[in-house]
């Protein structure tokens, strides 16, 4: 398999993210940039409240991703785009099937339930996924229904949906006048199946997605996605409670937020800390109780969910936010991390703090073969030159001397050549006319005077010779290698 690229952008209340990885033959991931713009108002609570505003930091992002030397000059055709916000949420589904006879359940009668269930939902909200909940074949509870027997099959579904006007938006980005495809992602699911481990799953767990204007609870039991809930509220409304009751700005409240903030009471060494604290301590306690009553009300105790709570995003980044949430729910709580076997390379990058993008990433690797950039071009190739250009160049010495020209050439070996007695006509110029006024009035024309008296003495013994070799050859085999004259 050759190599893949793919590109990913996640847009969120505090900014929006952009990745661009490779996928290679084995399935690693090497990240090859990640390019990050904070926005304020824009977005809030993961909806795109101002489209062309946010068009502008997507076409800034996807521009500087193209610029990279690893992916320049090729173009970005198709993105993965997460899909979250506050309106996202799951909803139970129910679907059954009876046959008249037994018959094998395959996972066509699946897919068959799925539709049933999808076109039996009562909502408003756009429905993104049905992820199977519950099976039950003649009234007997089944966990891998596929290949069971049975006559009545009844199926449970956890629909995923979320508010149209959100997917909405995100099509209405414009990417400067071209089309580039998008492929969108749920990202609370993508997530889990990233930070969580299998046995998580199965025993049961609760993924809390703590951003910046809102919550996601994702609950995973029996290896089986139970719920998905979202919370308005997110680690800016400690923000704004510093900025209203310290009257700061909010760019100075974020910063005494990650300095001094402490979601539980800490020794401060100022008054003015002391305050701040307070503050966050209030709305950090606030926030982890209406979490706790999400999983209650989804039916789940602490001791239902034996393996804890996982928290991600960068509310839970708050210090000592991890302690509060452990000491008021009772239960284990643990940072999510990326596990060390994924191949994740790329040294230029934080896991922690782009958690999202690469639980988007891998998901595009493994679920997914949508190629994001146009094809690499062919090398250009050098025209080769033409015949008689070619023939000029291979004698530069003589260019010079006979204007471009090819000077001419014998070749002695077919000087030697007996057959071919016209070689020298061909090859070179026939002797030109001797002038007269040069030589001996005695020559005519062609510079031979056959009535001169030493030419007549040559003649006649040339004439001698021939004679008495025509008369009698044998006789003359001794002279042959003898000069005639």
Same mark, same amino acid.
């Given at each position: ?17 952009? *990745? ?14 990640? @390019? ?16 062309? @505003? ?28 997460? *899909? ?8 139970t ?8 006879n ?5 996972? @066509? ?11 039996? *939902? ?26 069971? $027997? ?22 209405? $980005?414009?990417?400067? !006048?071209? +089309? ?11 997530? %889990?199946?990233?930070?969580?481990? %299998?046995?998580?799953?199965q ?14 609870? +994702? ?14 509220m997110g ?34 060494t ?15 306690? @606030?926030?982890?109780?209406? $979490? ?18 996982? *928290? +991600?995003?960068? !509310? ?5 936010? &991890? ?15 990326? &596990? ?33 950039l146009? #094809? ?8 080769? =030159?033409? #015949? ?7 004698? =530069? ?5 006979? !204007? !471009? ?40 024309d ?6 001169s008296?030493?030419n ?30």
């Amino acid at each position: 398999m050759d190599t893949r690229y793919i590109v990913v952008l996640e847009i969120g209340s505090s900014n929006i993210k952009g *990745l661009a990885a490779a996928v290679g033959e084995l399935g690693e991931i090497n990240i090859i940039a990640i @390019e990050e713009i904070r926005v304020t108002n824009c977005v809030r609570y993961g909806k795109i409240q101002n489209v062309q @505003e946010v068009s502008a930091h997507v076409n800034d992002i996807i521009r500087k991703l193209e610029n990279n030397p690893l992916i320049s000059p090729r173009k970005i055709t198709d993105i993965y785009v997460a *899909l979250g916000g506050r309106s996202l949420s799951t909803v139970t589904a129910q679907a059954q099937a009876k046959f008249p006879n037994a018959v094998e359940i395959t996972p @066509e009668t699946i897919d068959r339930l799925k539709r049933d269930a999808s076109f039996g *939902l009562v909502t408003d909200k756009l429905n993104l996924d049905m992820v199977p909940h519950l099976f039950f074949v003649d009234k007997s509870e089944v966990k891998n229904v596929v290949g069971t $027997i049975g006559s009545y099959i009844r199926a449970e579904f956890s629909a995923i949906v979320i508010s149209p006007s959100i997917r909405n938006n995100l099509d209405r $980005i414009k990417f400067d !006048g071209r +089309t580039i495809e998008r492929h969108y992602v749920v990202r609370p699911t993508a997530l %889990a199946d990233l930070v969580l481990t %299998a046995s998580e799953k199965q025993l049961g767990c609760a993924l809390v997605d703590f951003g910046a204007e809102t919550t996601t609870i +994702t609950i995973y039991k029996g290896d089986v996605l139970q719920t998905i809930v979202t919370l308005p509220m997110g680690s800016r409304n400690i923000t704004r409670d510093l900025m209203v009751g310290l009257s700061m700005t909010e760019d100075s409240a974020e910063i005494a937020k990650a300095r001094t903030g402490s979601a539980i009471p800490v020794d401060a060494t100022t008054s003015s800390d002391l305050e701040i604290n307070n503050y966050i301590v209030a709305r950090a306690g @606030e926030i982890v109780a209406n $979490i706790l009553h999400q999983i209650e009300a989804a039916g789940f105790k602490p001791q239902s969910l034996p393996a804890g709570i996982i *928290l +991600t995003g960068g !509310g839970s980044r708050l210090r000592n936010f &991890d302690r509060l949430m452990e000491a008021q729910s009772k239960m284990p709580v643990r940072m999510a991390a990326i &596990d060390s076997s994924l191949q994740f390379k790329g040294n230029d990058f934080d896991r922690n703090t782009n958690i999202d993008l690469l639980a988007i990433a891998k998901y595009a690797a493994e679920k997914s073969t949508a190629e994001c950039l146009t #094809p690499a071009p062919e090398p250009v190739k050098e025209p080769e =030159p033409e #015949p008689e250009q070619q023939a000029a160049d291979s004698y =530069p010495e003589s260019n010079a001397r006979y !204007g !471009g020209r090819r000077p001419y050439t014998v070749d002695d070996d077919r000087l030697l050549d007996d057959d071919d007695d016209d070689y020298m006509k061909r090859t070179t110029k026939s002797p030109g006319r001797v002038r007269p006024d040069r030589f001996n009035s005695d020559f005519d024309d062609d510079g031979f005077d056959e009535q001169s008296s030493d030419n007549k003495s040559i003649i006649s013994r040339i004439k001698s010779g021939l004679a008495k070799f025509w008369a009698d050859p044998k006789d003359n085999d001794d002279d042959m290698d003898e000069p005639t004259i």
